[in-house]
């Protein structure tokens, strides 16, 4: 039986040219560039610098508040972009091209075989109650703080990184003088 190798699997174990063109597509071809990280950490940056983050509990879940929905939108940018560019065959590589999405849901059209294993639900429930999952994020009682404020002051949810600082700033003093 022939074994089937996995270019993904093999990685660490040789140096290819094909990762340096990988890494560089990354940093430079708009998907998660090097910039857009800088970015935010600049961003984040001055807040501190500016004496408006401490690090304490109440202001890193009013970070959360304010910019996570911003930060998941841009990576599920990154995903969508992706999982619809086209990987390359390559000379003397027998590893399958096409779209990543393509190939995941449809592996057959793209010259790969197929291993998706059929799991029980029985399985797949004890694995889920074995599962830690970490779907909140933020404090809840912080985050029910900053809609109640939100909605008193008739203000609503950044839909830039600097309308989320200006909400940091907004409800930052006044969901201080709640807690503390």
Same mark, same amino acid.
């Given at each position: 039986?022939?074994?089937?190798?996995?270019?993904?699997?093999?990685?660490?174990?040789?140096?290819?040219?094909?990762?340096?063109?990988?890494?560089?597509?990354?940093?430079?071809?708009?998907?998660?560039?090097?910039?857009?990280?800088?970015?935010?950490?600049?961003?984040?940056?001055?807040?501190?610098?500016?004496?408006?983050?401490?690090?304490?509990?109440?202001?890193?879940?009013?970070?959360?508040?304010?910019?996570?929905?911003?930060?998941?939108?841009?990576?599920?940018?990154?995903?969508?972009?992706?999982?619809?560019?086209?990987?390359?065959?390559?000379?003397?590589?027998?590893?399958?091209?096409?779209?990543?999405?393509?190939?995941?849901?449809?592996?057959?059209?793209?010259?790969?075989?197929?291993?998706?294993?059929?799991?029980?639900?029985?399985?797949?429930?004890?694995?889920?109650?074995? *599962?830690?999952?970490?779907?909140?994020?933020?404090?809840?009682?912080?985050?029910?703080? *900053?809609?109640?404020?939100?909605?008193?002051?008739?203000?609503?949810?950044?839909?830039?990184?600097?309308?989320?600082?200006?909400?940091?700033?907004?409800?930052?003093?006044?969901?201080?003088?709640?807690?503390?």
């Amino acid at each position: 039986m022939a074994m089937k190798t996995n270019a993904f699997l093999l990685d660490g174990m040789f140096q290819t040219k094909c990762n340096q063109r990988i890494e560089s597509w990354w940093n430079n071809s708009g998907m998660f560039p090097k910039k857009v990280l800088k970015f935010w950490m600049d961003m984040f940056q001055t807040i501190k610098d500016d004496g408006h983050f401490s690090g304490d509990f109440l202001d890193v879940n009013l970070i959360r508040f304010c910019f996570m929905n911003l930060i998941q939108d841009e990576l599920k940018i990154v995903v969508r972009t992706w999982n619809s560019h086209k990987l390359r065959s390559m000379k003397n590589v027998m590893t399958p091209c096409g779209r990543p999405e393509l190939m995941y849901n449809l592996p057959e059209l793209c010259g790969a075989d197929n291993y998706l294993y059929v799991v029980k639900e029985a399985e797949i429930v004890v694995c889920e109650q074995a *599962c830690t999952k970490t779907s909140i994020i933020y404090d809840q009682n912080v985050f029910d703080l *900053c809609i109640y404020e939100m909605e008193e002051n008739n203000w609503t949810e950044a839909a830039c990184a600097s309308e989320g600082t200006d909400l940091y700033l907004l409800l930052r003093p006044i969901i201080r003088n709640f807690v503390l």
